[in-house]
């Protein structure tokens, strides 16, 4: 029988890249944006990770759901941990691993409030979207034409192919 091991997100030790790989259903949104919470605030992290910035933080999903799904989820959590923070009191237990680690309420009641208005630049990306932002930043180093356009569907493209050539 195989062994099923829970990842620990606030104990784990990170050493530079991450993957999450597992089954629908298994909570991966949850911890990729409570381990995104915890690389922000800097909790319980090796000094290797010392003062993250959003900058420093790539996520990689495969559907635009996916990608709303993860920045709603780390927004709904950055909220819940600010209220939290503010009352003195845990409101939500998805949030109370990263909770008992605060030590400076109004220091990330400050840090908290920043990140809600940072969340359109988080990056968080699919694999499309990924390619497409590094393609269009370094178009010149690439040598490519500034106009170029990716394409959702390749049907066309392939029909005018076969027509000209």
Do not use: W
């Not at 319980?44 to 993250?52: G, I, P, Q, T």
């Not at 950055?78 to 845990?90: A, D, E, G, W």
């Amino acid at each position: 029988m195989k062994e099923i091991s829970v990842f620990n997100y606030i104990n784990s030790i990170i050493y530079d890249k991450i993957l999450i790989e597992a089954s629908a259903g298994t909570g991966k949104t949850n911890v990729i944006s409570l381990l995104y919470i915890r690389f922000l605030l800097n909790i319980n992290l090796d000094k290797y990770f010392d003062n993250l910035l959003i900058d420093n933080i790539l996520i990689v999903t495969f559907t635009e759901l996916a990608c709303l799904e993860i920045k709603n989820r780390i927004l709904n959590n950055i909220r819940n941990l600010k209220i939290s923070c503010l009352y003195n009191k845990c409101i939500d237990n998805s949030i109370y691993d990263l909770f008992i680690y605060i030590k400076n309420f109004p220091n990330i009641v400050n840090i908290l409030t920043k990140l809600e208005y940072k969340i359109d630049f988080f990056s968080i990306f699919t694999i499309h979207g990924f390619c497409k932002k590094i393609i269009f930043s370094n178009f010149i180093e690439f040598n490519i034409d500034y106009k170029l356009k990716i394409i959702s569907n390749e049907i066309d493209l392939i029909y005018e192919l076969v027509i000209f050539y």
